[in-house]
């Protein structure tokens, strides 16, 4: 089954406490993304990748870090939390594009919850 | 001012009601346009795909475009408790996935 599996679901952390949210595609999809979602604000992009070794920042980066080492996983970096982090998060793949003149189709996960304290 | 404008909500209307979801946007450079649908607990999953102004239909969902008035609209026809969702617009002025500007998105309840 084709799907973005990410871990942990939920994780309850206190501030400074390094963390790390793994996201994997089996689609061998080229992008990958990461996205915040917030009340009123809606889903905002961290970081995304366009291939291995390839990452660049979206709109909301600050205190976050990425890697794209293999083409399956791009796990999101909290070096040091901070309680304005706690939100909910989405990891996504994509073609990138169909090369059909559209966006290509964003497929995600089903979000982690992190709560920092 | 936000590049992309949706009304919260929440809606609720009665099953077999026709749903009217819409936003506006500011940036006249947007020409793909895509409403995604966000289950509770779930990962949002797109919905429907435009390209530029015009209609498109997908069974009892019609997503409309009006480039001139920077508007885009979804409808759902007879409308089934299983709609009960969050739905987003989306939207970009570029042929890549890196460019998907997103709405707040809207929370919709049918009503059996």
């Known amino acids: 089954e084709a799907q973005v599996t990410q871990n942990p679901r939920y994780l309850i952390t206190v501030t400074g406490k390094k963390l790390t949210v793994t996201c994997s595609q089996n689609m061998n999809h080229e992008y990958m993304s990461w996205y915040r979602q917030d009340p009123g604000l809606g889903l905002r992009q961290i970081y995304y990748?366009?291939?291995?070794?390839?990452?660049d920042k979206g709109d909301v980066p600050e205190g976050y870090k990425v890697s794209r080492k293999e083409k399956r996983n791009f796990p999101l970096i909290l070096e040091s939390p901070s309680p304005n982090q706690t939100s909910l998060y989405f990891c996504a793949s994509s073609t990138g594009t169909s090369g059909g003149g559209d966006t290509g189709e964003l497929f995600f996960g089903e979000g982690s919850r992190l709560t920092v304290l | 001012q936000k590049e992309v404008e949706q009304d919260p909500g929440p809606l609720s209307v009665p099953e077999g009601a026709i749903v009217s979801l819409n936003c506006t946007y500011s940036?006249?450079?947007?020409?793909?346009f895509m409403w995604y649908r966000q289950y509770s607990r779930k990962g949002p999953e797109l919905l429907m795909y435009?390209?530029?102004?015009g209609n498109k239909e997908d069974g009892r969902f019609t997503a409309q475009v009006d480039k001139s008035s920077k508007y885009i609209s979804l409808f759902i026809r007879d409308s089934q408790p299983s709609d009960s969702a969050t739905y987003l617009c989306?939207?970009?002025?570029?042929?890549?996935?890196?460019?998907?500007?997103f709405g707040s998105g809207t929370r919709l309840s049918i009503r059996p």
């Open positions: 989306a939207m970009s002025w570029y042929s890549s996935a890196s460019k998907i500007i």
């Open positions: 990748s366009m291939n291995v070794e390839v990452t």
């Open positions: 435009t390209y530029s102004s």
């Open positions: 940036n006249s450079a947007f020409q793909y």
